[in-house]
Structure formats: C-alpha cells, structure tokens
C-alpha cells in the first residue's frame, strides 16, 4: 500500500513564526505536491516538485516555499505565518504524469 | 491555465436513488480527468479517472462520462448506500506542464445519502 503521511494532524502556531510541514512518501514516486483545502474552495495547489531539488509553483505560491532534498521528503515552508494561512494543507504524491494521486491525512494548521 | 468548474456544490440523495455530479474544463488539451472522494478526517482518495480517448467507463455503481467537444465530464452513482456520503472532486490534467503530473481541482461537491 502507498503511503503518505504528514508531520502533524493539528499544529496551532503564532504570526510571525517559521512553520515547517513535511510529507513523506514510501513508494519511490517522482512527483509530489501541497494543497491547501479551504471550504468552498476545493483543492489548491501551492507548489509542486517533479524531481529532487526541482519545484515548480502552482496557483498560491504566495507566503510559501518548498524543498525537495531527497525523493521521498516534501516540505513545505512558511517563512512567517499570518492568520490567512490557517487552513488545511494536504500533501500528495503520484508516479507520473496522468497517474493516480496519493494524498497523507492533513495537517489542520491554525495561525494565531 | 485550466479552469474546472463542478456543480453541484451539495446533493443530497435518498438511499437507493442515483446521484450525478457534474464538471467542465476550459482546457481543450486537458487529457485525464480523475474523481476523488474524501471522506471525513481523511484526505482524497481516487475512485475513477478517464482518458481523452474513452467516452465512458464504469466500476460496479460508479460510472464516468466524458464529452471533449462540450469540454465536460459527469459522474454517475447508482443505487447510493449511506457510505458513499463524502465530498468528490473531479478534476483535469493536461495540457500545460503535462510531465509534472499536475491537476487542477474542482470545488468539490458534498454528497449526503439518507437512510
């Protein structure tokens, strides 16, 4: 079975801090992505990485970064988290183009 | 870039009836286009896809359409049980950045089966 998982299920932080959500994945799949879920809003990819050490942005990049060092680690960065970034983030991975995504739980990030 | 667009944005089904969601897409090079369904505490998980050169394809209940002239694409749910309650997502891929995998997401659609 794949399997994606996330750091934290719930992670509740200050303005201004340096936030940190990793995502790991144990099915050696080249691609991996940040979503962020809000209601109403469906799916929206932050960034995307199709290779170690390559990242792409995708639609919100804003207020965000991102860093590939080994295949199965995807991490998302915020340099300094603000109330609007309180949402839920889901991390996936999949093989290749035009294949199945494989999403980890989410992490429930609330910024006070 | 893509847009998709999904409708209904909730549905709400007696046991037993059918259920029918609907997306279109502005991009005519998009080629994939998978369903997901989330359900509570969990993140998407895939139930269906469909590639440009297959007009429909089924699985047991779920069924999927796909129209490239209209630049539209359903899904179909027969005999709906209280489980298939969760929130689905279509969405496209193609196009633009084929090689990294990448989609663009509905809204979602909620869907709740009465008993």
């Known amino acids: 079975d794949v399997k994606v998982t996330q750091s934290s299920r719930y992670l509740v932080k200050r303005t201004g801090e340096k936030v940190f959500l990793e995502c790991v994945q144990d099915?050696?799949?080249?691609?991996m992505f940040w979503y962020r879920q809000d209601p109403g809003l469906g799916l929206r990819l932050i960034y995307f990485s199709y290779d170690v050490k390559m990242k792409e942005k995708g639609d919100i990049p804003e207020g965000y970064s991102v860093s590939r060092e080994k295949k199965e680690r995807f991490s998302l960065i915020l340099e300094s988290a603000s109330t609007n970034q309180t949402s839920m983030y889901l991390c996936a991975s999949s093989l290749g183009g035009h294949d199945e995504q494989f999403f980890g739980p989410g992490t429930r990030l609330t910024v006070l | 870039g893509e847009n998709v667009e999904q409708h209904p944005s909730t549905l709400s089904v007696q046991e037993g009836d059918s259920a029918v969601i609907k997306c279109t897409y502005s991009?005519?090079?998009?080629?994939?286009f998978p369903w997901y369904k989330q359900e509570l505490g969990k993140g998407p998980q895939l139930i269906i896809d469909?590639?440009?050169?297959?007009g429909e394809k089924k699985d047991q209940r779920i069924a999927v359409t796909l129209n490239k002239t209209a630049k539209h694409f359903s899904l179909h749910i027969t005999e709906t049980q209280p489980e298939d309650s969760a929130v689905y997502f279509c969405a496209a891929e193609g196009g633009y950045n084929t090689n990294a995998g990448k989609s663009t997401f509905g809204d979602g659609t909620t869907l709740t089966v009465k008993p």
């Open positions: 991009d005519s090079a998009s080629n994939y």
């Open positions: 099915m050696d799949h080249e691609n």
């Open positions: 469909i590639r440009s050169n297959v």
